[in-house]
């Protein structure tokens, strides 16, 4: 078996048993924390346009700047639709596919400290194939990985990974092949880019191939600082767009009240938590409290922290001043990609988390596999040895038990109900209770929803986002004016939140107050004049007052915001259409229906458009589009059967309104419609039948034409 061979099946290997071990999460569903925001709540990803691929790379999004994740989620959405199945199966696969270029990359970086500049092919021993699959394996089977797995929304971690990996791999090869060096390089910067792309924390890498070249392949920083420009100028432009995504920074809530000196020990801290985490991974969760993190300000481990921290770096400095670099390296580079995350509490994102140590754990799992690679490395008659029997068995022991721990840890994440309940139990911060009360209202359990609510406000009176949804809960229990008062109090004690502007206008309009609600619509635009949403509620509460000129006026507006928005554009033909502006009318619709394939009610509006032009043929062949897209639609069936007998088609009339009372057996038009068609074939009875059917129903034509002639219903 060739060399290739054999790597390639390892990998496969390696591969498959991390997709076992993380296949659970397949039958797994949505969590209602960042994957509403990331996929199913998300306009910008479907339908996957041009405008919205552009999109997605020129704009920040959610605090952050990660274009090419965003861009596998939009074909995700494509592919599966918002059926969590292949969104799971994508970031299982992703992982897989990683550990497998761990493997590949513990290859070449343990072959490159045996080599120490020799050639590294002949040092491909089996104690290096045997240390570099248990590196992988270590990496990829850790319950740690379980939040960035099981979880939608980081798939940022494993892309930017995997990219990363891949960047690497070729940086360990690139010269190999004196003639492809060029080429390679070419190589090199794009899988870096599409790194950067993927999340910012790839910034880092360019640091780390610095401290290769000099701690490793022992080379003059001035001979290779010349080829890190161009990383080095990406890794720049990254930050630039990471800073520009969040402009406000500001502390983190679970550590905003901590003093100074706890927040200059924490990062010494929290990269000791790390560390006791992937040794012993006891009691994670996807949220931790303060405390598991950071001792209170009055513990002596404040200082204990800092000074273990610095032991450690001068124990790697000494080992490697005595040749043994490979302990720097792996400790420098964890250190590395764990410290953006520390500014976590600058930003407001969470101060440390499991997905944090996603590549960051990578050196230090190779340090490990290094280790095992050493005591694999017997003499020829000692492959089977005792020893390394001992040392198989320990090995497979320990990932066995690593499995199951994080077979697990995934269970955590099966659904929203499963993951808050398991957080507020160790860490019950206000977010938490806030996104399990928001899980309670998709189980219709509206009262222990509000209870949730409340706890999170009692934790935190100005956390607006609980107040907002208690508005939307008493909304759904059809407490106007509770409502109203909550939305309310989340514009007083927090301004800038938008989305209370407009569902206190809704309040309003639903109330009749049409005057209040566009004055509402239009505190928020003075508040964000970018706010497409505000534009487009003012423009429906402008139709709601017969004012279709002005209404065209201000879709236009929130089009120019929003242009991929398919309902803005429906809406906009319906304000047309009623200004007799048929063409424009028609323009939008099938704007419209190209945004959103399935969208019903424009393919109905189309057609009704194109047979008030006279285009019957096309009416009907869209009306036929319609029922194709919903099949179960009796609007769909009704309004072609009024093509049908417009075009003095009868009995395909008469068949679709039979279709259109099958599907809704209280479409009162229906019934009259039949009814005329009875009377023009002179069936008086089944016409009177049906008529008194139309008028029982609330069909007001059927009732006056029956009162004309004398008949009851």
Known sequence: MTSMRLYFLVCVFVAALTFVVFSPTLGYDFVNWDDNIYVYQNSRLHPVTFENILWLFTHPYFRSWTPLSLFSHAIDVTLWQFNPFGHHLTNVILHSMNAALVFWLSLHVLTAFKAKGASEQQFVTSSVISGSVIAALLFALHPLRAESVAWISDRKDLLCAFFMLLTTIVYFTRREDPKRILSNYALLVSLYAFALGSKSVAMVLSVAFILLDVMLFKQKLKERLLEKIPLLLLAAGTGMMARLAAPELEKDFLVGDKTTFQLISFPFTATLFYLKNLIFPENLSPVYHTNAFLPSANSSLLILAPVVFLAVTIFCFIKMRQGRSYLMIAWSTFVMFVLPTFLGLLSGIQPVADRYTYFASISLCLLVGGGVERAFRPRAQEIFSFRSRLLLAVSVACLSLLSYKTLQQIKIWKDPMTLWTYVISRAPFPRAYNNFGMAQVEKRMYDEALQSFEKALKLRPDYGEAMWNMGIVYNKLGKTEKAIASYKRVIEIQPDYLDSYINLGTEYLN????????????????????????????????????????????????????????????????????????????????????????????????????????????????????????????????????????????????????????????????????????????????????????????????????RRKCFTW
């Open 511 to 706: 109330k009749g107050l049409v005057d209040s609600a566009i004055v509402t619509y239009k505190r928020a635009l003075a508040v964000d004049s970018t706010f497409a949403k505000a534009y487009y509620n003012i423009a429906l509460a402008l139709m709601k007052q017969k004012k279709f000129s002005d209404a065209i006026v201000e879709h236009q507006k929130a089009l120019a915001l929003e242009p991929s928005n398919a309902d803005v554009w429906y809406n906009l033909g319906v304000a047309y259409e009623n200004q007799s502006q048929l063409v424009d009318a028609i323009a939008s619709y099938t704007k419209a229906i190209g945004l959103r394939q399935d969208y019903l009610d424009a393919y109905i509006n189309l057609g009704n458009a194109l047979a008030a032009q006279g285009h019957l043929d096309k009416a009907i062949e869209t009306l036929s589009k319609a029922i194709s897209v919903n099949p179960e639609s009796a609007d769909a069936y009704y309004n072609l059967g009024n093509l049908f007998f417009y075009n003095h088609e009868v009995d395909k009339a008469f068949a679709a309104f039979l279709l259109a009372i099958k599907k809704d057996s209280t479409y009162a038009n229906a019934y009259y419609n039949l009814g005329i068609i009875y009377g023009e074939n002179g069936n008086e009875q089944e016409a009177l039948a049906v008529f008194r059917r139309a008028a029982q129903l609330g069909s007001g034509e059927s009732q006056e034409l029956l």
